[in-house]
């Protein structure tokens, strides 16, 4: 599925009101610095004082001083910002971040600068979602941090292997070059592999800790996506000797999914945020479809997903089909491969739709 650069709402400069994109850090339409303020959800033209601090005026002459991410003063791997308030010196998302790459190494800062994109793209989500995003201060906490790792600092010459334990994910760096990850898509048979997917994915097996264990929704969890008391190691090893089982789609979005109730979730999780993020997009740049003919998919301006009043689950299936005939049709038209070669089962829409209430159940209770 082609969810990239283009998947996240669209934003306009606060100086000259041009259109501008989440990884901008000018405007080029009248030259001012920008920066995202994940306190405001907007994409901000500030001017720096005297002070070294840099401002935004907001709505009736107001200002509000900021700092530049330290990854975005220092490293230009960042375009956030930090309000003056905060004492931290890296903003909300590069905070997460505990071990970079190697910088000497060729190739490993536009690595880090695509994983920190990624990231970004993932911090946004969920704070739109409502969902807790607290780094760790103690390994045994709560919280979530990233390591990016490279095969070679395994310590015994081993693969680094993307994956989630506690709180703590670990991305390889290899995720970030295209032409390595196409290459593990095509030798692991997936439909989808890209960078952003791989940060859905692992935090999915974050919030299962967060928001299913020892929670009343476990028992429910285990009626729909299966026991995850089943031995996970053995589960993995007979997926990768037998694959995965005949008519596996009925059931699950993917293969990969249908080898431990956990990947089962995670997979949907990570489904359950493209959708969000693609729907979205299509809200905020007013796409709607009329055809021609009465028969062909159509579509309304979908709700933003990401509303504090959108609650309808059953509206957000509907429209993912008429927006996924129309990226498909697109993409073949391009002459590439279809942007979304999945297909929804109704078993499957059971799992994003209890994804769904899960979330917004959570979403609630913390307001």
């Known amino acids: 599925m082609a969810l990239g650069q283009q998947y996240v709402k669209t934003f306009h400069c606060t ?28 994409m901000a033209a500030l001017q720096q004082g005297e002070d070294g601090l840099w401002r935004y005026e907001g709505a009736g002459g ?30 909300r998302a590069c905070r997460l971040t505990h071990v970079i790459p190697d910088l000497t190494q060729p190739g490993n800062a536009t690595a880090w600068y695509r994983l920190e994109v990624a990231k970004r793209r993932l911090v946004y989500t ?17 919280g979530v941090e990233f390591h990016f790792l ?5 310590g015994d010459g081993g693969r680094v292997l993307t994956g989630h334990d506690n709180g703590l994910i ?32 692992e935090i999915g097996h974050y919030y299962w800790d967060r928001l299913i264990q020892d929670s009343p929704r476990l028992e429910p969890f285990r009626e729909l996506f299966g026991d995850e008391r089943a031995d996970y190691q053995q589960a993995l090893q007979r997926h990768y000797q037998s694959g995965p089982p005949p008519n596996w789609d009925a059931g699950f979005i993917s293969a990969y999914a249908t080898c ?52 309808d689950f059953n509206r957000m299936v509907e429209d993912w089909g008429p927006l996924t005939y129309v990226l498909n049709n697109l993409n073949r038209g391009l002459g590439l491969a279809d942007s979304y070669p999945f297909v929804l089962s109704s078993k499957v829409v059971d799992k994003l739709r209890f994804i769904h209430e899960t ?3 959570a979403r609630q209770r913390q307001h």
């Open 359 to 361: 979330i917004y159940s």
């Open 62 to 91: 107001q200002e509000q001083a900021y700092r530049l991410c330290a990854n975005y003063d220092r490293e230009n791997v960042c375009n956030w910002a930090v309000p003056q308030s905060d004492p931290e010196t890296l903003c």
């Open 260 to 311: 431990h109730p956990w990947e089962d979730w995670a997979e949907s999780w990570a489904h359950f945020m493209h959708m969000t993020d693609a729907l979205e997009t299509a809200a905020a740049v007013g796409l709607s479809l009329k055809p021609k003919r009465p028969d062909e998919p159509s579509m309304t301006t979908p709700p933003n997903p990401l509303s504090p009043r959108a609650h």
């Open 150 to 154: 490279e095969d070679s600092a395994s």
């Open 15 to 42: 100086h000259c009101q041009h259109l501008v994109f989440f990884e901008n850090m000018r405007c080029l339409n009248c030259g001012k610095a920008l920066a995202y303020l994940p306190d405001r959800n907007l």
């Open 126 to 142: 969920l704070l739109g979602l409502g969902l807790p995003v607290v780094g760790k201060k103690e390994p045994s906490d709560s």
């Open 170 to 201: 670990t991305i390889n760096v290899a995720e970030a070059d295209d032409v390595r990850r196409e290459q593990q898509r095509l030798l692991q048979n997936e439909q989808y592999r890209t960078l952003l997917g791989h940060f859905r994915h």
